[in-house]
């Protein structure tokens, strides 16, 4: 984050700034749909937050919404347009929130991006430009680019409004589940988590963070007690798969009631082929890391008799087509 953008906006996030970002985006944004999984043989109550129906197909849209509308009011929004560097759903969101406001987009991403999110991002009118392997040599060459063009630079989640616009997902859940004890989130760079784990707090909820065993940015943080650089490998790689927890994040998970879980890339697998199964809900990996949480044999979040869970899908922008195979009976 710049200078300036510090100045405007500040580097740190509060309740305050969700329910500044729940206004601002209002009527921008699609309200989430929850729905309950109602299993007899479930010791507790779990709902689903169906956020991959998002504009875009996924929660970052909140944040890309809330980004662009609050340097459109500070009149901070230069001619050079946005730029961002994505795994790709934040890019998709950045270039949507850009079309909508009559701005221009470019968007960098790692080679390893799915091509569907490659094509939507076009669709939107992106400049689209494909650097490196990771989302951290993406990021390099849209820093550079930002400094020469004097386009705004949006990060796809180290920004406290891009992790504000994310919490309003959080205020949402909370108004269509009274009672509710616990939500759980995937977890990235940790943009989506800083926002979630902030309104839930606010409203006496707990927070369970899940990573792929591989891709452990958050919990690495935690463990170190600062922001550490990890190695990334994982089938969400392309979602979650940040070498460097944010600040805001590992702050979020100091100061909240804050689980760290991890799962195995198998469970995740297993995890979203059951939500096609069982559901006929097709979402990409890194929203099914969340549910692994609950389904992983070994490790992951072991709910109380009676507690009261909201699964966050945050996302399907994705193949569908290794899902294809028969569905398993109910």
Known sequence: MGDRDTDLFGNDLGYDDIKAATDRTAGHIRPVTVAPDERPEQPYELWFALEYMQHTGSFKARGAQNFIQAHREAGTLPDAGVTIASGGNAGLACAWAAQQQGVRATVFLPSVAPAVKVAKLRGYGADVRLVGAEYAEALEACEEFAASSG?????????????????????????????????????????????????????????????????????????????????????????????????????????????????????????????????????????????????????G??????????????????????????????
């Open 301 to 330: 979040y072991r709910p109380r008799d009676g507690e009261r869970i909201a699964v966050v899908l945050c996302g399907a922008n994705t193949d569908p087509g290794d899902l294809a195979h028969p569905a398993a009976e109910d």
């Open 151 to 299: 386009a705004l630079a949006a990060h796809a989640y180290d920004h406290p409004l891009i992790a504000a616009g994310a919490g309003t997902l959080m205020e949402e859940i909370h108004a269509q589940i009274p009672g509710l004890d616990t939500v759980v989130v995937s977890v990235g760079g940790g943009g989506l988590f800083a926002g979630v784990a902030t309104a839930a707090r606010h409203h006496g909820i707990r927070t369970v963070a899940v990573e792929p065993e591989n891709c452990r940015a958050l919990n690495a943080a935690i463990e170190a007690g600062r922001p550490v650089d990890v190695p990334v490998d994982s089938v969400a790689i392309d979602a979650l798969g940040a070498r460097r927890a944010t600040a805001l994040a590992l702050r979020a998970a100091r100061e909240n009631d804050v689980h760290s879980v991890l799962v195995p890339d198998d469970e995740i697998v297993r995890a979203r082929q059951a939500l096609w199964d069982h559901r006929r809900i097709a979402v990409e990996h890194a929203a099914s890391t969340a549910l692994a949480a609950l389904t992983a044999p070994d490790g």
